[in-house]
C-alpha cells in the first residue's frame, strides 16, 4: 500500500521504516527540516537498537522516503499516519498542537479520487478520533469547496504500544494490535496494511530474528472510543504496577524484607506475571506521567476523581527522592559533595531523556549545594543540548566519573554498569558510597568491592552507614 506518516520521531520513524520494510511503500513527513536532511543521508536522528539497519534494508528496497512536504505524499496514499507528539500542558491536558496542525495538512492535501484512512497513533484524549475528523474536514475546506465535499475518508484509532530500546521488536512482533473505528471498510483496510505482521509471514531480518513460536499476532478491532482508552489503561496499569511494587519496597526497608524476593513470590502467581516488578527509584520517560496526567485529566472533565492513578504518580514523584535521603543517611552533609550519576536516560537503550529520574535527582543535588557528576553511554550529547541550565560536569567513563567522587548513584541500567569492575570503580572515590537505584549489583559484590552499598527495598546492608564512612575517612 501507499503510506504517508507525519511526524518520525521514536514512533512514526520505526512505523514508517517497519511498514517499508514489510513491502509498503512509505513517505515520512517530518515539519523539522533538520531531522528530515539528517533522514536523507541516511543519519539516524534517535538512538534505537536495529533502527539504523531497518532504515537501511527499507532504503534498498526503495520504499521509503523522507520529506518535509506533507501535500504529494497524502495526496498519493491510502493509508495517513499521525504520529507526532502530545506533550502534557502545565493543566495535565495534553497539547493536541501539532495533532490538530497534522490533521488541517491532511484535509489540506487530500482529493476526492480514492477513499482514505487516516490513523491516528499518537496518543489522544478520548474523543481525539473524532477531532481529527472533524479537522481533517475543515483543512479540506480550504481547498476547492467540490474537492471538499467529495473527500472520503475513515478515521482510525491505532495506539502505539513499543517501548524504547526495543521498539523494533515490539513493532514487527507485537502483543497485539488494536484498531478502533466506527467503519469496518476502514478496519479491514487497517487489517490488509498489518497482514504481514498478523501472520507474521514477512522474511524476520537478520538481526531481529523472529521469537520462537510466534505464528500470529491477534488483530483487537474495537471501536475509536474504546481504542483510545486502550492505550491510556495500558500505560496506566504498567505505571502502577511499578509505583505498587516501589511502596512494597519502602515497606520491604523498614520490616527488614527483601522485594526481590517478593516480587519473585508474586511474580510466579500467573495473575500477577513477573514483568515490571522491578523496584528502584521509579519510572520516567515521556509516556508514563504525560499519560497518567491525560487520563486524570478526562476522568476530570466526566466528575470523576481517578484516585488510583493520581496514587501511582505521587508514589513515583516521592520515589526519586529517595536517593536524597539514602545519599544524606550515609553522607550526612551533601552540600559540596561529589555525587556521579551512573546513566541519564530514563532507560536503558534509549537516549531519551524526556522526565527521566537523573534530571530530578540532579536538580535537587544541585539545588542542595552539591556537585553532581554523570556519565551514560548514549545521552550525555541529549542531556547538555536539552538542559543548558542543569550544570551537570559530563564525564567520558565510569573511572572518570568515579575519581574523587563521595558517592555514585545507579540511576539507568545499562549493560554496561552491570557489566562494571566494582572493585576498580570504588578504589579512586573519595567515599566509597554506591546508591543502587536500579538493585542491579548483587549486595555482597559490593561489598566485597569496597563499597558502602544500599540498594532499593532489599535488606540494609549489614555494615552500619558510619563504618564505611569511617574506612574511606
Ligand atoms: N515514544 C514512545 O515510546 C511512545 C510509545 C507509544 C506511544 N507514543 C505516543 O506517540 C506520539 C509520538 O511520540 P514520539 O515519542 O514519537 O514523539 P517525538 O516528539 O519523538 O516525535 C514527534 C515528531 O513529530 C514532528 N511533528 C510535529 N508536528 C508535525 C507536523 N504538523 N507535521 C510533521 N511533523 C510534525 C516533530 O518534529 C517530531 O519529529 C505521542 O503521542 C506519544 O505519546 C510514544
Known amino acids: 500500500m501507499r503510506v504517508t506518516v507525519i511526524g518520525t520521531g ?21 515539519a523539522d527540516e533538520r531531522k528530515v536532511g539528517a533522514l536523507k543521508n541516511g543519519q539516524v536522528p534517535i538512538y534505537e537498537p536495529g533502527l539504523e539497519e531497518l532504515l537501511k534494508l527499507a532504503g534498498e528496497q526503495g520504499g521509503l522516503d523522507f520529506t518535509t512536504d506533507v501535500a504529494m505524499p497524502v495526496a498519493e496514499s491510502d493509508v495517513i499516519f499521525i504520529a507526532v507528539g502530545t506533550p502534557s500542558q502545565p493543566s495535565g491536558e495534553p497539547d493536541l498542537k501539532y495533532l490538530e496542525a497534522a490533521a488541517h495538512s491532511i484535509g489540506r492535501a487530500m482529493d476526492g479520487w480514492k477513499k482514505r484512512v487516516v490513523v491516528n497513533k499518537s496518543t489522544v484524549p478520548v474523543g481525539s478520533g473524532n477531532l481529527v475528523e472533524m479537522l481533517v474536514r475543515e483543512g479540506s475546506l480550504s481547498r476547492a469547496t467540490q474537492a471538499a465535499h467529495s473527500i472520503r475518508f475513515g478515521v482510525v484509532s491505532n495506539p502505539e504500544f513499543l517501548q524504547e530500546g526495543s521498539a523494533i521488536h515490539n513493532s514487527l512482533y507485537p502483543d497485539r494490535i488494536v484498531v478502533g473505528s466506527e467503519d469496518p471498510e476502514t478496519v479491514q483496510l487497517m487489517e490488509e496494511l498489518y497482514r504481514p505482521i498478523i501472520d507474521q509471514s514477512f522474511r524476520a531480518p537478520a538481526f531481529l530474528p523472529r521469537p520462537e513460536g510466534l505464528r500470529g499476532v491477534p488483530f483487537v478491532a474495537t471501536t475509536l472510543t ?116 551512573l546513566g541519564l536516560a530514563f532507560k536503558p537503550e534509549t537516549d531519551d531523556l524526556r522526565d527521566a529520574p537523573s534530571l530530578t535527582i540532579a536538580a535537587r543535588l544541585l539545588q542542595i549545594g552539591a556537585r553532581v557528576k554523570a556519565y551514560d553511554p548514549v545521552a550525555m550529547t541529549a542531556c547538555r543540548q536539552q538542559n543548558p541550565d542543569l550544570k551537570i560536569q559530563y564525564v567520558r567513563s565510569m573511572k572518570e566519573l568515579a575519581e574523587d567522587a563521595d558517592a555514585l548513584v545507579l540511576v539507568t541500567e545499562w549493560d554496561e554498569f552491570r557489566k562494571a569492575d566494582l572493585a576498580a570503580l570504588a578504589a579512586p572515590m573519595a567515599h566509597r558510597v554506591l546508591i543502587d537505584g536500579r538493585n542491579i549489583f548483587d549486595p555482597a559484590a559490593a561489598l566485597r568491592a569496597g563499597f558502602d552499598y544500599t540498594s532499593v527495598g532489599r535488606e540494609r546492608a549489614p555494615q552500619p552507614a558510619w563504618q564505611g564512612l569511617k574506612a574511606a575517612v
Open 10 to 30: 521514536y514512533v512514526g520513524l520505526v512505523t514508517g521504516a517497519c511498514l517499508a520494510y514489510l513491502g509498503h511503500r512509505v513517505t515520512c513527513v517530518d
Open 226 to 341: 474504546s481504542a483510545e482508552m486502550i492505550k491510556y489503561a495500558a500505560n496506566a496499569f504498567l505505571a502502577m504496577k511499578i509505583s505498587f511494587v516501589n511502596e512494597m519496597a519502602n515497606i520491604c526497608e523498614r520490616v527488614g524484607a527483601d522485594v526481590t524476593e517478593l516480587a519473585k513470590g508474586i511474580g510466579l502467581d500467573a495473575r500477577i506475571g513477573p514483568k515490571f516488578l522491578n523496584s528502584g527509584i521509579g519510572w520516567g520517560g515521556s509516556c508514563f506521567g504525560k499519560d497518567l496526567q491525560a487520563l486524570s485529566h478526562t476522568a476530570a472533565e466526566y466528575g470523576y476523581r481517578a484516585l488510583l492513578l493520581e496514587a501511582t504518580q505521587e508514589v513515583n514523584a516521592c520515589q526519586r527522592q529517595v536517593v536524597i535521603q539514602k545519599l544524606q543517611e550515609k553522607l550526612f552533609v551533601l552540600k559540596g559533595r561529589t555525587i556521579g550519576l
